[in-house]
């Protein structure tokens, strides 16, 4: 399955090669971008624009759905085309370029509209972004390499919360100033990839075939499949982050502090997501992935009983946690059980799988925050998680890793 030598890097026992390193910073930079307004939007939806939890819920839900469906398409055209960065480079571009949308919209269609829009953007370069790190980086080093991509990833998921905060302060609640700030580090993000990112040969093979066909997707294998499973029960057990927003303000945080709660989310995230993503290099991925589920139910329970701002913190950093022990070692395995050849299809449609999963999780969560409260939306998950853990629990004799 494994190539004789991994492409893109000169001595691979040098651990995680440049490219890495870039496309890290890549995300990094375009997180800060996105989750100065992500962090902030919830709120302004229901506060400004007048929009139900149930609308948030489906605004949300068909964001992510749409991003993580996209990645099939993109995944694929990146294995026909043999051109991995040109697709990314495409998806990191039209992010940057619906952030004004945001600054301007007086409707909830228009937020919509342009929160679809930045979410086909993340589709498309998601698969192939991933595909290229599996490409540069040896695979005794695979689970650090996305590790480390999730960490950078999530240092700016928290900067950008944090940057909205400040600048809400100072601008005394406009939100739209602020939404207008995030699109500079769109612009930087996209820099970084055009001029620091560098793709190895990987030659194109769409004069002989089709961009996806049955006979690819049948040759994924078992182990592959059983991978996609989980990942569409775990997905479906975790709902949007904009509930926890929306949670914080439930109990009283002030509009300009409730920010912080990402802030705190994505610090506990960024610095468990590249430990664990080593550790499962030595142990095994699925063990940890367990473990991750299981604080997800203590993340939901407690964000279920909270009656502080401080109650609602400690759910919050749990949720962390979780994704932390989770996320990367999900990219990883998907990359263990697809062949070389694949691989942006393989997580395409491991992304097509998830994405169907969360849109439906996130209206439903809406639905039970309008018609019975927060707490309901919160046991409801805690109820999803702990089914998702046992049914995990026999499926991990059947994973051919870790």
Known sequence: ???????????????????????????????VSSEMIHSLL?????????????FVGLIEGVAEAT??????????????????????????????LTKPLFAVATGVGLVFAARFLDRIGKGVRGAPRDALIAEVTHPDF?????????????????VGPLLAMVLMIATAGDFRSVFWAAVLPGLLSVSILAFAVKEPDHPSTHSSRQPIRIRDIMALGDSYWMVVAFGSLFTFARFSEAFLLLR?????????????????????????????????????????????LAVLVAADLSLATAKTGWEVAIGTALWGLHMGLTQGLLAAMVADTAHENLRGTAFGIFSMASGIAI???????????????????FLAGAAFAAAALIGYLPLRKHLSIG
Request: hydrophobic share 50%; net charge positive.
């Open 42 to 54: 919830p709120v302004f939806l229901v506060s400004v624009l007048g929009s139900s939890a149930m």
């Open 67 to 96: 991003a993580l469906i996209t990645r099939t398409f993109s995944g694929a055209l990146s294995d026909w085309l043999g051109k991995r960065k040109a697709l990314a480079f495409a998806g990191y571009a039209l992010g940057t």
């Open 142 to 158: 695979r689970g650090a390499a996305y590790g480390l991509r999730q960490s950078l990833d999530t240092v700016g998921a928290f």
């Open 248 to 292: 914080a303000e439930s109990v009283g945080v002030a509009v300009t502090m409730i920010p912080i709660m990402l802030v705190l989310m994505n610090v506990v995230y960024s610095l468990t997501a590249y430990p664990v993503g080593l550790l499962s290099d030595r142990l095994g991925r699925t063990g940890l992935l367990a473990a991750g």
């Open 359 to 377: 849109l439906v999780a996130s209206l439903i969560a809406g639905w039970l925050w309008d018609l019975f409260g927060p707490p309901a939306t």
């Open 1 to 31: 399955m494994e190539s004789q030598k991994v492409r893109g890097t000169k001595n691979w026992s040098r651990g995680i090669p440049q490219t890495v390193w870039a496309l890290g910073f890549v995300s990094m930079f375009m997180d």
